[in-house]
């Protein structure tokens, strides 16, 4: 096999085969495709650092000291899924012949998962009971769920630093790509969300919003680039929040973060698991009597919850499970985030 490998090969693995094409390409540059020889010590067990290790061919020995825990062999179905990814290592690998494979930052592909599975790009739900007709913004955006969950000295804190910024029909208020430095809402006028695709000169319209609409906050959260490009159909007026100010102000009072005991005695007196990875990560290894509901789909798919019950939300960093809990709570569900993620944790 070359030592390349194109957005096609790396779709046929876990969890890249959820990606967006365009995600799959950006990832291409930082992957490490390795060779070692036999008897090659790929990592140890008690080892930390954040890589995913992916087999492409020959076969690994997974030990346990002198115990010999199995095999995977490049091209299997097990090939397709990270070499024991749970941090720090439960087991050493060793090359057992000649063996080919990749390596990439599992933090990198996290927060690209992060990015990809969001949903609806860049457009937030805060917003979303107050679209149609301009009103008063202020008092409307009191009575969502979200403003509801946070201290009252937050509220008149975040008031108080919102800043308007007035726009003309076309201005573009923030570029896919770019990194994310405000969180906005709509007080008057229209925006158009679209997605530039590249290879192609026609971007794709997502989604349109009025007043009360909300967005910015995804790549606030993911602490990732912008995933959408905002630009005004009309001219408006925004209310503009800063990064800081909307991570101290909104979203750290609506995540609680729980210690890895603190999150097993949650799930003990009533809580439940909520397994925010893709399928494929969740089967290759997850909590004991974990619910699957992967972060892309989580909007789509809320009346599988209970909402009597608490949920205990994972992901592998926290990224995405800080995501999911950031929307479900503005649903109006009980949350908390595994700290740390089940990187930083031992199942």
């Known amino acids: 096999m070359t030592m390349s490998m194109d957005a096609a090969q790396l779709s046929t693995f876990s969890p890249f085969n959820t990606l967006e094409s365009a995600n799959l390409s950006d990832l291409l540059d930082s992957i490490d495709i390795l060779h070692a020889t036999p008897g090659q010590i790929l990592f140890e067990k008690g080892d930390t650092e954040k890589r995913s290790i992916y087999v492409l061919s020959g076969t690994l020995s997974l030990r346990n000291g002198d115990q010999d825990l199995g095999t995977i062999v490049g091209g299997t179905d097990e090939a397709r899924n990270p070499v024991a990814r749970a941090l720090p290592r439960q087991l050493s690998a060793v090359a057992a012949d000649d063996v080919q494979y990749f390596s990439i930052d599992s933090e990198l592909v996290d927060m690209t998962l992060t990015l990809d599975h969001t949903g609806i790009y860049e457009v937030g739900d805060i917003g979303s009971e107050l679209l149609g007709g301009e009103g008063d913004w202020m008092a409307a955006l009191l009575q969502t769920k979200t403003f509801q969950l946070i201290p009252p000295q937050n509220i008149q804190m975040i008031f108080m630093r919102l800043k308007r910024v007035d726009f003309k029909a076309g201005d573009v208020v923030i570029r896919q790509g770019t990194n994310g430095d405000h969180f906005y809402i709509i007080t008057s006028g229209r925006c158009m969300v679209t997605r530039e695709t590249p290879g192609d000169s026609a971007n794709i319209d997502l989604a349109e919003l009025g007043p009360g609409g909300t967005f910015g906050e995804e790549a606030l959260i993911s602490d990732e680039t912008r995933n959408a490009t905002i630009t005004m159909m009309t001219d408006g007026i925004l209310m503009k929040l800063d990064r800081d100010d909307f991570q101290s102000l909104l979203n750290e009072p609506m995540i ?74 503005q649903k109006g569900f009980e949350t908390a985030v595994l700290k740390g993620g089940l990187n930083h944790t031992e199942l």
């Open 256 to 329: 609680i973060s729980l210690e890895h005991e603190d999150a097993d005695e949650a799930v003990t007196q009533g809580g439940k698991w909520l397994d925010v990875r893709v399928p494929s990560e969740f089967k290759a290894f997850s909590k004991s009597n974990a619910m699957n509901l992967p972060l892309y789909l989580l909007r789509h798919k809320l009346d599988a919850l209970d909402r009597k019950t608490p949920y205990v939300v994972y992901c592998d960093t926290g990224r995405r499970s800080s995501a999911a809990a950031f929307i479900l709570n």
